[in-house]
């Protein structure tokens, strides 16, 4: 499988728990984004990473929320004291840099639901 | 922040009959990409649309860059029941992150 995955793809937590999420992009892209998705709208950008380097950061990305990309390749993204305002769906996506024209390629995504 | 307005917001019609969905924005977007996303999966790329006023077809499926780079239209013809889905529109004001539409839910029913 060369495409992009998400890991868990689905996590029950209590409100107040940390959880983890973890992305494995497509093996020769550069690039590795999170975007979180509640039901019916559009994605919403979090952060980005150029190979290990964290470029951009959403300000809905509260002290909560840290991700991280430590060689290059996988990424995670931790929620700390989880709300119920967290549940969502969160999406990874890859691409390569060279392709200026944004084309992501996205995971299943990995749906948190905070009770 | 760049915004992307989508319109309509839902869209139920019957098999056989055309729609047109609207992506609109006061910003500027140096490409404009459209995704298909179905429940409980992540967003499929259909197609990418980077010069002013570009036509590009897919099937049944037309996509429209305008002329202005501010705004996209999609048209289905003949739509049919696997159309159904929620279609996002996306722009790249530069390269780095895409910014995604508010999404129109479409239903194609027999």
């Known amino acids: 499988d060369t495409g992009v995955s998400q890991d868990p793809r689905h996590k029950i937590t209590k409100r107040g728990q940390n959880v983890t999420f973890r992305c494995d992009p497509i093996s020769e892209h550069n690039r590795l984004y999170w975007y979180r998705q509640t039901l019916g709208q559009g994605p919403e950008f979090l952060t980005y990473?150029?190979?290990?380097?964290?470029?951009?950061k959403s300000r809905l990305l509260s002290d909560r929320f840290s991700a991280e990309r430590p060689k290059g390749s996988f990424s995670t993204l931790e929620i700390q004291r989880t709300e119920q305002g967290d549940s969502a769906m969160y999406l990874c996506?890859?691409?390569?840099?060279?392709?200026?024209?944004?084309?992501?390629?996205f995971g299943e995504g990995s749906r948190l639901t905070v009770l | 922040t760049q915004l992307l307005e989508q319109s309509p917001q839902f869209l139920s019609i019957q098999e056989g009959e055309n729609l047109t969905v609207y992506c609109n924005s006061s910003?500027?977007?140096?490409?404009l990409q459209w995704y298909r996303q179905e429940p409980g999966e992540g967003p499929v790329l259909l197609v990418t649309v980077v010069t002013g006023g570009e036509v590009k077809k897919l099937k049944r499926l037309t996509f429209q860059f305008g002329d202005a780079r501010k705004d996209s239209s999609l048209h289905i013809t003949a739509a049919q029941p696997g159309d159904t889905g929620l279609y996002l529109c996306?722009?790249?004001?530069?390269?780095?992150?895409?910014?995604f539409g508010t999404g129109t839910r479409l239903q194609v029913t027999l």
């Open positions: 990473f150029q190979n290990e380097a964290q470029l951009e």
């Open positions: 910003s500027v977007f140096s490409s």
């Open positions: 996506a890859s691409s390569l840099r060279r392709l200026n024209t944004g084309e992501l390629f």
């Open positions: 996306a722009g790249a004001p530069g390269p780095g992150k895409l910014t």
